[in-house]
């Protein structure tokens, strides 16, 4: 029996209000234009049948998680995860941040059984985008900033799972959603 396609939001927060900050907990909040963001993808994630959050902490990641969590007409209670921050640069390497990552998504792998919203940064996006497609040959990786972040400000991987696998997916734009 083929089991059912699941599908998995991975959310970059908005545009903060400085783009010159240091990592630090909990971090800049959203800027004029990150709040405007940070509607447009609850707009477009508001249909989407969302049964389960994960999310950052951070102050820009709860901000651009809460016009969604405000339009949804059934509630649904964010799961906070420390191994979703972003990486302290002078704090924890790389591979720290790759392994965090990489035995957090593989132990969700039992429990994301219904379409899952997760909100945070650039690096944990990333290495969640490298568990599933380690070659990269199943997503089309439109976008790369100098800092090899391959999600925008804003930006969300709409990703469909089967069996934990991907089988496809693709990256929206929140400048798309406007028209």
Same mark, same amino acid.
């Given at each position: 029996?083929?089991?059912r396609?699941i599908k998995?939001?991975?959310a970059?927060h908005?545009e @903060?209000q400085?783009l010159?900050?240091?990592?630090?907990?909990p971090?800049?909040?959203?800027g004029q =234009?990150?709040?405007?963001?940070?509607?447009?993808?609850a707009?477009y994630? =508001?249909?989407?049948?969302?049964q389960?959050?994960y999310?950052?902490?951070?102050? !820009? %990641?709860i901000?651009?998680?809460?016009?969604?969590?405000?339009? !949804?007409?059934?509630q649904v209670s @964010?799961t906070?995860?420390? +191994?979703?921050?972003? =990486?302290e640069? $002078?704090?924890?390497?790389h591979?720290s941040? %790759? $392994?965090?990552?990489?035995?957090? &998504? =593989?132990?969700?792998?039992?429990? &994301?059984?219904s379409?899952t +919203?997760i909100?945070?940064h650039c690096g944990? &996006?990333n290495?969640?985008l490298?568990y599933?497609? @380690?070659?990269?040959?199943?997503?089309?990786?439109?976008?790369?900033c100098?800092?090899?972040?391959?999600?925008?400000f +804003?930006?969300?991987?709409?990703?469909?799972?089967?069996?934990?696998c991907?089988?496809?997916?693709?990256?929206?734009?929140?400048e798309?959603m406007?028209?």
């Open positions: 029996m083929m089991s396609i998995l939001y991975l970059r908005a @903060p400085t010159h900050y240091k990592n630090y907990f971090g800049p909040p959203l =234009r990150g709040i405007k963001q940070a509607h447009m993808m707009k994630l =508001r249909n989407k049948n969302i389960q959050v999310t950052s902490n951070f102050t !820009r %990641v901000q651009t998680l809460q016009p969604f969590l405000d339009t !949804r007409l059934e @964010p906070i995860e420390k +191994a979703l921050w972003e =990486r640069k $002078e704090v924890e390497s591979e941040l %790759v $392994e965090r990552v990489t035995a957090w &998504i =593989r132990n969700k792998s039992n429990l &994301i059984t379409n +919203a909100f945070s944990p &996006i290495m969640i490298q599933f497609d @380690p070659q990269k040959t199943v997503l089309d990786y439109l976008y790369t100098p800092f090899l972040c391959h999600t925008p +804003a930006g969300i991987w709409e990703l469909n799972l089967q069996d934990f991907l089988v496809d997916g693709k990256l929206i734009f929140v798309d406007e028209s």
